[in-house]
């Protein structure tokens, strides 16, 4: 069981804005560190996306923005691709001096 | 050109203990903030983290496999190693090594490609 709460899947077509959501508690991301996101295609490492205050790795589309608030943070992919097809992860710090997962979520382009 | 890689056996048996070697390039260990840690992923399953080694040394290990877990480094080698004692099958997963460059709570940019780690008998 993760510490963050992902949902397992999300689906859009193509063109569309879909959002992922990640919840923890007041010992993660309630205590304001911040959220970090991977996608990780089929049988390869996960690669950072987003990380800090939406900061974003080169050659990482601005058609992905990230946003956090209380106990909870969300991902929000516009203009959706076929290509964004993956798992999606987020990470954070805890106070117990752990870093912390989602169970991740499969974005599904329909 | 940051790089990361992991060795390690493929197979091991219950019980036995996990060494695994992270060898990388492209930065040093030495750095102030510089950490790399460990998390592995069971087949179809979520990233869990493991471990966390800083330039000061400073080890950070995870909660529910503490009593288990042994990371040091070789800054010489440019070197972080993962002990796991008693493996058991539900250990099966694959491993990776991460660099995080934003000291503690921060975010693992570079990732090795991951070594997958078999328990049985």
């Known amino acids: 069981q993760s510490v963050l709460t992902q949902p397992p899947s999300v689906s859009g077509a193509p063109g569309q804005r879909v959002t992922i959501s990640c919840t923890g508690s007041y010992s993660n991301i309630g205590a304001g560190f911040h959220v970090h996101w991977y996608q990780q295609l089929p049988g390869t490492a996960p690669k950072l996306f987003i990380y800090g205050n939406n900061n974003r790795p080169s050659g990482v589309p601005d058609r992905l923005s990230a946003s956090q608030s209380g106990t909870s943070a969300s991902l929000a992919i516009t203009g959706l691709q076929d290509e964004d097809e993956a798992d999606y992860y987020c990470?954070?710090?805890?106070?117990?001096?752990?870093?912390?997962f989602g169970g991740g979520t499969k974005l599904t382009v329909l | 050109q940051v790089t990361l890689r992991e060795s390690g056996p493929a197979l091991v048996k219950p019980t036995q203990t996990l060494t695994l070697t992270c060898t990388f390039s492209g930065f040093s260990l030495t750095t102030s903030g510089m950490c790399v840690g460990w998390i592995r992923q069971p087949p179809g399953k979520a990233l869990e983290w493991l471990a966390v080694?800083?330039?000061?040394?400073?080890?950070y290990y995870s909660a529910s496999l503490k009593t288990r877990l042994t990371i040091s480094k070789d800054t010489s080698k440019d070197e972080v190693v993962l002990t796991m004692t008693d493996m058991d099958p539900v250990d099966t997963a694959t491993y990776y090594c991460?660099?995080?460059?934003?000291?503690?709570?921060?975010?693992?940019?570079?990732w090795g490609q991951g070594t997958l780690v078999t328990v049985s008998s």
């Open positions: 991460a660099r995080n460059p934003a000291a503690v709570a921060g975010y693992f940019d570079y």
């Open positions: 080694i800083d330039a000061d040394d400073d080890k």
């Open positions: 990470q954070s710090y805890d106070s117990s001096l752990s870093w912390v």
